[in-house]
């Protein structure tokens, strides 16, 4: 009987520490959320302004749905670069400056959890940028220089 009431108060620690831990996890669908336009193309985005956010961005997220966007907000504008760990689908990301004018865009693609982050690919921004919005692959098309980002 012992046993049993031993075995009793180690599940109950087990259920204890493990739905702590879940409720203490990274989620980026809780990040807040804002309307944006992206060239015209609406889309309602995660908001990813600090640090913690960033760096996280969408690894390990389930794939963006049409209109889904994670929007990352830097403090100042710099050259950006960004990598696709853990993402196991592609993404268009398009560079912003602090006007929100489009500095450029391009696809990134998925990579496998197997891959070593010194074998990751880079995606740089062709100059300076204060935003980033990362959408669904093919969603990008046919952006041009007077492109512009706008969110509320």
């Known amino acids: 009987m012992q046993k049993f009431r031993i075995l009793g108060h180690a599940l109950s620690l087990f259920l204890f520490l493990s739905s702590s831990c879940a409720a203490t996890s990274y989620s980026q ?3 807040p959320l804002k309307k944006l336009s992206l060239c015209g193309q609406n889309y309602i985005a995660w908001v990813a302004a600090k640090d913690e956010d960033r760096t996280k961005g969408l690894m390990n997220f389930r794939p963006l749905k ?3 966007a994670m929007l990352f907000v830097f403090e100042n504008e710099r050259p950006l670069s960004f990598w696709m760990k853990n993402v196991s689908y592609d993404l268009d990301i398009a560079y912003f400056d602090k006007n929100k004018k489009l500095v450029s865009f391009l696809t990134m693609k998925a990579t496998s959890p197997l891959m070593k982050e010194d074998s990751l690919p880079a995606y740089p921004s062709k100059g300076v940028a ?3 919005v990362e959408v669904r692959a093919g969603n990008l098309k046919g952006l041009g220089p007077r492109c512009r980002l706008s969110f509320k």
């Open 29 to 31: 669908e809780k990040l």
């Open 66 to 68: 049409k209109h889904e």
């Open 130 to 132: 204060m935003y980033a």
